[in-house]
Every structure is written in structure tokens, then in C-alpha cells.
């Protein structure tokens, strides 16, 4: 039954947790929600609804006050982040009233309901949002907190306990300020946080390495308060120690001297140990393990040479699930360019990404290994390694950040100057690239009519096929290779067929460039490549290769415009891959790897599809 008219009512439904002496237990009551007036709330399995009762007109006005009518009229269990009582009786937000029927300034009670809405002109933009409801009986107030927070405990996705990482210094030197502006959101929705700011570059490594397994296994997931890079650092260090795999060959192994572009036959004589099934049976690509005790595959090591550092310590408790659901890495963005963000949550803004944390939403993320085996062109092989979220460039993109670093005082701008500078200079670097040739691919590369259906796509404006951009619930990274779906990790590199081919391009590149996601960011709204995905298993190698200034420029125009096709040009190759190999024949050897500077002379690089867990949902776009 439900009264109208009277803040005190309870219609007599079953109210599950309430508090006996306040009558009969409820699902439906008669309250106040601010800048609205008299409601009857309803609780429902999946959230709450409520009805006006009666509906202001224009131009009723209580005390002066103008009531505002509000559009929403439920919020869903999954929408909303926190549920507060508010001590103390009196006022909501200042408001003097809630209804006409209440001018009279009687004791009331009050508790909130957290929740967000979306921009209506960039849906994947979130605003938080309040619901200030008021009774005047104290009870039934906490009865109401009571039972949503039983709902809200029973999403178990949601973190309780996070350990974040503040780089001060990130972006416009303002980490720490992003930090206090949404530390109250992860408060409110009870989530603690062990909060670290970071005293030096590598700090957050370190900490991240030599954490006890049972110390890391405490916390939900990782957040950075930062940039791309600090992001970076946090990922190594969590991964450097715990997740083993066999290096790819060298780029020796399979870099013959022979002419530009030509195709290397990858032969598959080594026997993976037999009980993975649907692990990969090359030499070339062997399945990911954590170390917990499984060991590595027994593989033809000729072709490996060395293993990783920081793998082989024994005194080390290894034993931490990679990929792990439960534990998720996170951002909230204070960096200079911010491109994981972009590409996770759809939006560069901090509220969006700390109401992705706690509600506890979830996507894989691919990672790339890359192997370093030579600094410079006279050192020996040693094999060394790091892992990337976004991107590996090389050439004009080690050129940028090199040069940005001395200009780091500038902020996010130095890029822009570098940028500029390096332009300018239009230097090309003599390198050959081999990559692993993906089925899939080659029927999009072949002639049809003597010119390349990619290019006849491209010409008809098909490129960017809707159903081919990374966004919330993608079918691309949702899907196993063999079909069936999953929303499981499975973190295994490429499983390739018997007889799959490395493929070679030899000349003076521009820049070489790997994608492992679209690397969106302010400056290219459609990323770097529009189509990659958060965990399809695959990065997208980008060879440009010496053309006139002028082109380029019109190549990095491209890349600036929404629509754009940067890749739709004679000098740029682009290669979906899972794995590449990198050897500089000049004696340059400055890689960008997320954003931070990596001295290679010869790389490889594989993929490993959804190796981590990420607090996002993807965007909406
Ligand atoms: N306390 C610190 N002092 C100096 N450097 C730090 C500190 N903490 C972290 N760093 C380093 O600062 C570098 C840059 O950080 P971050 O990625 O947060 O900002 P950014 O470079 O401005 O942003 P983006 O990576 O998005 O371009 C990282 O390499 C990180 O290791």
C-alpha cells in the first residue's frame, strides 16, 4: 500500500536486513529525493525506481526555491557506487525544502544514492550523480542503506582494496592534486586504498617486484595516477618476475642476407611438451606460463638463446595467477598524452575512470613482450626484456621522445615542439623488419582486378568498417580463434599454423611503428591505427617508409583528423601481426616503448592476448 502526502509512510512489503521497530518491512516507501519532491521508492532485484506523486507544475515554487524536475526515475544496482546515510538531520545541499507539501521546516533524515549519467554528446563521458533522499524517521532511512548495500555487495567484480601509485610530477605536474579530486569517490564506495607517491623514477617498479606474492595477492588491483609511461613501470614490475615465457629467436636466427621484402618459411621441428592443447606448437611462439610450478615447454632451445632476467630467482615466491580476473590493473589519467585511458574507458577524464575502478568493471588487455638483444650495434647479444600496453616505435617516434625529454619542463607541449623538431629534420633510418604472416590477412592483401582489395576498400570509403572498431562488449576481443566465445583471459600468444611464414621488409623507414591497441589520444582521435583492439592477439606494425616531406605531412595530417586514413598510402605497410623481429643497420637505436625511451639495435616483440585485467568496460563509440 502506498500513501501519498506523508513522508512517514511505509506501504508493508517485505523489506529484507530492516530494522523491526519501525513498523512493517518494506520495498516501497514514500520519501523525499531532493530537487524532485514526494516519491514512492521502490527496491526491485536490479535496482531502484520511484514516482513522483505529484507532479509539480512550472511554476510552483516553495520558499522562492524553483523545483527542479529530474528526467531519471530508477538507477540500476550496477549503476550505482555507493549509498551513504547522512548524518545529522536538516537540509540536503542547502535546498529548504523537498515538496510542497513540506514547507513547513520539520526534522527530516536524509541518505544518498551514488550513481553517474552519461554526456549526452560523448556517451563514454561519465558525471557523477546524487539521489538526496529524506524521511523523517531515522530507521527507516538506514533501512533503506542497508538494503542496497546488500545489492551492492552482491556484485562481487567490485574491488575492495586497491594499491595506488601517485607520480607526482606526471603531465602537468599535478598527480597528486588528480589523486585528492577522486580519492572521495573510492572512500564513499568503501574501497580502501594504500596510497604510494612515488619519490623516483623506478620506484613503483621496484615496489611492484619485490612484493611478497601474499602481499600482492591483498589488493584487488593496481592503480597509476599517471601518464602511459608510469603505467608502464608498474606493468613491469609486476610482470618482470612473474610471467615466464621462452624468448622468440633472435632476429639473427632468421635475418639472412637477402633482398628487400622477401618470406622466410618458419619450420616447426621442435616437439612443445604435448599437454596443452591448444598452446602453440612452434619454436617460434610458445604458450605464456606464471610460474607456478607448471615450468616452462620443452622446447628447441638452439633457436632461443639466453632467458629473461629477474625469471630464475628461486628464492622468490612466484606463485601469483597471470592472467589473474580478480586482480586489475587501472589508470586514472594525469599523464601527457593519457592513450590507454582513451582507449580503455573511451574518455581522457579522471571521474570516468575512477567510476570504472569501482564499479568494478573489467576487459583484457594484450601485451607485448619485447625482447632486446642488442643495445647497440657493436654490443653482444643479451637478451633483455620489458613489456608494453600501447605501443613500440622506432625512428621518428625514438627521435620525439628523445627529444621531448629535454624538454620535459615544457609538460604535455613538449611533445608538440619535439614533434615539430623532428619533422623538420626528416631523417630516415636503414632497418628490416620480419613479421609473422597472419592467414586471416592474406586474404585481404589479394589482388582483385589487378589492384589490392585494401586499397578498393579504402578507395570506397570502407576502411573503418563500423564492426571493426574496439568498443564496449567487442565481438573481436570477445572471441576465441576458434570461434567460441569467452570473456576468460587466455594470455596465449598466436597459436599459428604448421609451415606459417615470416614475412621481411628491408629499407629506410621513417619510422616503424607497433600498435598493440589504437593508441587514441588528443592528438589522434581515431589512434594510431583505428581498427587494433584491447585483446584480439595481435599488434599492427606500421613501416613508413621514405617519402617526400610533404607526404609525410600529409600522412601525419591524417593521422590528425577524425575519418582519417593515414594508412591509405603508397610508402605505409601495414601489417596485422602477432610477433616481429627488428634489426637497425645504421647505428640508431632509440625505441619508444609507452611513451618512455628503450635503446634497441635488434628486437623482437609477440603478443600476448589478454595477458592482464583492466578496470574498464571499453568505449562507448
Ligand atoms: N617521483 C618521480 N620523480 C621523477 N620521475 C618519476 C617519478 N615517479 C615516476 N616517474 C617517471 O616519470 C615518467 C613519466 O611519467 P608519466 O607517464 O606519469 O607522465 P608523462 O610522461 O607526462 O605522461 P605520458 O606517459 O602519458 O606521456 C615515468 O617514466 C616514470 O617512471
Redesign the pocket.
Known amino acids: 500500500m502506498e500513501k501519498t502526502g506523508d513522508a512517514g509512510g511505509i506501504a508493508d512489503e517485505f523489506f529484507p536486513n530492516a530494522q523491526a521497530d519501525v513498523g512493517p518491512l518494506v520495498s516501497s516507501t514514500n520519501l523525499f529525493l531532493d530537487k524532485v519532491g514526494e516519491v514512492v521508492l521502490t527496491c526491485h532485484s536490479d535496482g531502484l525506481s520511484w514516482k513522483l506523486l505529484e507532479p509539480p507544475d512550472d511554476d510552483r515554487t516553495c520558499l522562492g526555491l524553483k523545483q527542479i524536475s529530474r528526467t531519471a526515475t530508477e538507477v540500476k544496482f550496477s549503476d550505482v557506487y555507493a549509498v551513504e546515510l547522512m548524518h545529522g538531520s536538516g537540509r540536503v545541499n542547502g535546498a529548504k525544502c523537498f515538496s510542497l507539501h513540506d514547507c513547513h521546516d520539520s526534522k527530516m533524515y536524509h541518505f544518498s544514492v551514488h550513481s553517474f549519467e552519461r554526456s549526452k554528446s560523448q556517451p563514454s563521458l561519465l558525471t557523477l550523480v546524487m539521489y538526496a533522499f529524506s524521511h523523517n524517521n531515522m530507521e527507516t532511512c538506514q533501512m533503506w542503506v542497508n538494503r542496497i548495500n546488500d545489492s551492492l555487495n552482491k556484485d562481487i567484480g567490485r574491488p575492495k582494496n586497491l594499491l595506488v ?1 601517485v ?5 602537468k605536474a599535478n ?1 597528486f592534486k588528480t589523486w585528492e579530486t577522486v580519492a572521495p569517490i573510492f572512500s564513499r564506495a568503501k574501497v580502501k586504498t594504500k596510497v604510494i ?9 621496484d615496489v611492484m617486484a619485490s612484493m611478497a606474492v601474499k602481499d600482492l595477492k591483498s589488493y584487488d588491483g593496481v592503480l ?1 595516477v ?8 608498474i606493468l613491469n614490475g609486476f610482470l618482470l618476475s612473474r610471467h615466464n615465457a621462452p624468448n622468440l629467436p633472435t632476429p639473427s636466427d632468421f635475418f639472412q642476407p637477402v633482398g628487400t621484402n622477401s618470406v622466410v618459411n618458419v619450420t616447426n621441428d621442435a616437439p612443445a611438451e604435448a599437454s596443452h592443447q591448444d598452446e602453440d606448437q612452434s619454436p617460434f611462439l610458445s604458450g605464456s606460463r606464471s610460474h607456478n610450478g607448471s615450468g616452462l615447454m620443452n622446447l628447441n632451445l638452439s633457436k632461443f638463446t639466453g632467458s629473461d632476467p629477474g625469471l630464475s630467482n628461486p628464492d622468490q615466491d612466484h606463485a601469483f595467477p597471470i592472467p589473474s580476473e580478480r586482480f586489475r590493473f587501472g589508470i586514472i ?7 590507454i585511458v582513451m582507449c580503455t574507458t573511451g574518455a581522457r577524464d579522471t571521474i570516468t575512470s575512477s567510476l570504472h575502478i569501482v564499479l568494478g568493471k573489467r576487459v583484457c588487455l594484450d601485451i607485448a613482450r619485447v625482447v632486446r638483444w642488442k643495445t647497440t650495434s657493436t654490443s653482444t647479444i643479451e637478451p633483455f626484456v620489458r613489456y608494453a600496453a600501447s605501443f613500440a616505435g622506432y625512428g621518428f617516434y625514438g627521435d620525439v621522445i628523445t627529444e621531448s625529454e629535454k624538454y ?1 619542463f615544457m ?2 607541449k613538449r ?1 608538440d615542439y619535439a614533434g615539430t623538431k623532428v619533422f623538420l629534420r626528416h631523417r630516415s633510418y636503414e632497418a628490416e623488419v620480419a613479421y609473422l604472416e597472419v592467414e586471416s590477412e592474406k586474404t585481404k592483401l589479394l589482388p582483385e582486378n589487378g589492384r589490392p582489395l585494401e586499397r578498393i576498400r579504402a578507395f570506397l570509403g570502407q576502411n573503418k568498417s563500423d564492426n571493426l572498431v574496439c568498443r564496449k562488449n567487442c565481438k573481436v576481443c570477445n572471441t576465441k580463434p576458434n570461434g567460441a566465445t569467452t570473456r576468460t583471459p587466455n594470455a596465449m600468444p598466436y597459436s599459428h599454423p604448421k609451415g606459417a611464414r615470416w614475412l621481411k621488409s628491408r629499407g629506410n623507414f621513417l619510422s616503424v611503428g607497433a600498435a598493440i591497441i589504437s593508441n587514441r589520444n588528443e592528438k589522434a582521435p581515431d589512434g594510431l591505427v583505428a581498427d587494433a583492439h584491447l585483446s584480439d592477439g595481435f599488434l599492427h606494425l606500421i613501416l613508413i617508409r621514405n617519402c617526400p616531406r610533404a607526404l609525410y605531412l600529409w600522412h601525419l595530417t591524417q593521422l590528425a583528423r577524425r575519418g582519417g586514413e593515414p594508412l591509405n598510402f603508397e610508402f605505409v605497410e601495414h601489417h596485422k601481426t602477432p610477433a616481429f623481429a627488428f634489426t637497425s643497420f645504421g647505428n640508431e637505436s632509440v625505441w619508444n616503448l ?3 625511451l628503450f635503446q634497441a639495435h635488434q628486437l623482437s616483440a609477440q603478443v600476448f592476448r589478454g595477458l592482464i585485467s583492466y578496470f574498464a568496460s571499453g568505449p562507448e563509440v
Open positions: 601509485f607520480n607526482p610530477f606526471s603531465g598527480g607517491a612515488t619519490e623516483r623514477a623506478g620506484h613503483a617498479f597509476a599517471g601518464g602511459d609511461g608510469f603505467f608502464n613501470e589519467p594525469a599523464g601527457s598524452t593519457d592513450s620535459r609538460g604535455p611533445y609507452d611513451g618512455e
